[in-house]
């Protein structure tokens, strides 16, 4: 079927109509409402926002950008944006977005740390952040210069800037079992601690640098007095064996302990004042030893139990100190010398030697050579028999023989004269060795010939008593019952009732009666001589 075309019907024309005000649709208000929310917020960031600074780290251990937080008495005023390496590799950057309360913060003298665990000598710190992680700390300065990058620290300070105290400065030899947080006590109570140290730049002693907390810092004064305070100060020397104790504390890490002299500390002192660290109690209580004199003397004998330090005293008081001990050859002489180098302080003599010091008519060198004459010398003495520590002692020997004393030299040559003990060992020696000249096997082989001389003496000797006991004995026996005999008769003849006793008795009357007539005719011949010739008168 053929299709029949039909005629196209015109299009319809497009009406016009007048243009209306333009009104945005309602779907374009919350874009647009996120978009203002957004600018204000982003407005309050940047306006809220502080400074941004760089801290420089030698490592990033514990760190983490976008976590790690910036913290000033546990109070965040900061965080980590980024962590990167520096250009050397030799440190970390860590750029951190204070906030805008924290702005005094960049400050010029403004210090930075990692809290993380530490274990040091004052103790155990940061273990909070064994479950929070390691944070920033921050000690605000007060420089009016402020700066964006700062040096962080390794070890957190000891002493913070809020800190109410006074800061000293002490000197010493070495630095010993010291270390940043060492303990500060005053009457065994913790007053303070050692803040820092450094070495001296001469290299001949270390300083330190510590602090003490208020309200104790007042008990400080311009007389006090500064020592080391370890746990156990055990000391043997000439004067024995000593053990003192300090706080429990100083047992493993040691400490500094100060006091004064007297109860009267003085004046309080002033912030960094320099004080003398003592190496015990009793070497800073001692008082001030005014002006020293070097010594040499020389002992030809063994030092052995003298070292440096050991004391030199005069009947008891310490006068000084061994310096250094060595050895010295005399090549005129082929003989060993071992000087004695010491240090006397004259002073430690009293007051009147002071006086007589400063009297203008004797020098110095006049009143050492008066004493000297007189006697005084030097001597090595035994201090400590369990020891065997020696010391030096001067004292006056007015036998010992004259000394010749050179006062120009320095340091001047001091006598000495060998002590007691050595002088029997000398002794001793000297008999030893005339002992030794002695022909000991020689007398022993005269002994044993005297003894075999003696052995047949003897053997005579008993062979004629057992000839007396045989042959003389039985005759010496009988002698003696005769002469019993011959006594016994001669009792008998003079008992008192034996005729001869009578008889005897009356002759001697007899003879008493003669000798009466004999003395009547003596007295009548002495009065009438004429009567030997013309015969007695009759009266």
Not at 241 to 262: C, R
Not at 328 to 335: A, I, M, S, V, W
């Amino acid at each position: 079927m053929t299709e029949q075309s039909t005629p196209q019907s015109p299009l319809p024309q497009p009406k016009r109509a007048q243009a209306r005000n333009w009104l945005p649709s309602l779907v374009w208000l919350i874009p647009i409402v996120a978009a203002v929310v957004g600018l204000t917020l982003v407005t309050k960031i940047l306006i809220d926002r502080g400074p941004t600074i760089t801290i420089t780290f030698s490592s990033a251990e514990g760190l983490e950008a976008g976590k790690t937080k910036v913290k000033y008495k546990d109070v965040d005023i900061g965080l980590v944006q980024a962590i990167s390496l520096s250009k050397d590799r030799s440190h970390v950057l860590a750029t951190v977005q204070l906030s805008k309360e924290a702005k005094s913060f960049t400050a010029d003298d403004t210090r930075f740390w990692v809290v993380r665990p530490r274990i040091a000598a004052s103790g155990i710190s940061g273990l909070s952040t064994l479950l929070s992680g390691a944070y920033i700390g921050a000690d605000a300065g007060s420089s009016e210069e402020t700066k964006k990058e700062f040096s962080g620290l390794e070890v957190p300070p000891i002493i913070t800037r809020d800190s109410s105290g006074k800061q000293f400065v002490l000197h010493a030899a070495d630095l010993g079992s010291l270390d940043i947080g060492t303990p500060v006590f005053y009457r065994r109570i913790k007053v303070g601690q050692v803040a820092a140290y450094e070495l001296d730049a001469d290299g001949k002693g270390v300083t330190l640098r510590i602090f003490i907390n208020a309200p104790y810092d007042k008990f400080v004064g311009i007389d006090s007095r500064f020592w080391h305070a370890s746990g156990f100060d055990m000391q043997i020397n000439a004067s024995g064996f000593k053990l003192n104790t300090q706080s429990l504390a100083t047992v493993v890490q040691g400490g500094i302990t100060f006091g004064s002299a007297d109860e009267d500390i003085g004046a309080p002192a002033k912030e960094n004042t320099a004080f003398r660290l003592a190496e015990d109690e009793a070497e800073a209580m001692k008082q001030p030893d005014g002006r020293s004199e070097l010594v040499l003397m020389y002992f030809n004998q063994s030092l052995r139990g003298l070292t440096p330090g050991a004391s030199v005293d005069f009947r008891g008081v310490v006068l000084g100190e061994v310096k250094s001990i060595g050895i010295e050859y005399d090549r005129k002489k082929g003989e060993f010398h071992m000087p004695v180098l010491v240090q006397l302080y004259p002073e430690r003599l009293g007051k009147r030697f002071r006086e007589v010091e400063q009297d203008a008519r004797y020098s110095a060198s006049q009143q050492l050579l008066f004493m000297i004459k007189r006697g005084l010398r030097a001597q090595l003495r035994a201090g400590n028999l369990l020891t065997g520590q020696v010391y030096v002692a001067l004292d006056f020997f007015p036998k010992a023989p004259p000394a010749q004393v050179d006062t120009s030299k320095t340091p001047v040559e001091f006598p000495t004269v060998p002590n007691s003990l050595d002088e029997i060992q000398t002794q001793i020696t000297d008999i030893t060795r005339k002992l030794s000249k002695v022909p000991f096997e020689q007398i022993s082989a005269d002994l044993q010939t005297s003894l075999r001389t003696l052995n047949s003496t003897l053997a005579s000797a008993e062979q004629l008593t057992k000839k007396l006991n045989n042959d003389v004995a039985p005759e010496i026996t009988a002698a003696m019952q005769d002469a019993r005999k011959t006594l016994n008769a001669a009792e008998r003849t003079l008992a008192e009732d034996t005729p001869l006793q009578q008889d005897l008795r009356h002759t001697m009357q007899e003879l008493t009666r003669a000798a009466a007539s004999i003395r009547v005719l003596t007295d009548y011949l002495q009065q009438h001589p004429e009567s030997l010739i013309r015969g007695k008168q009759e009266n």
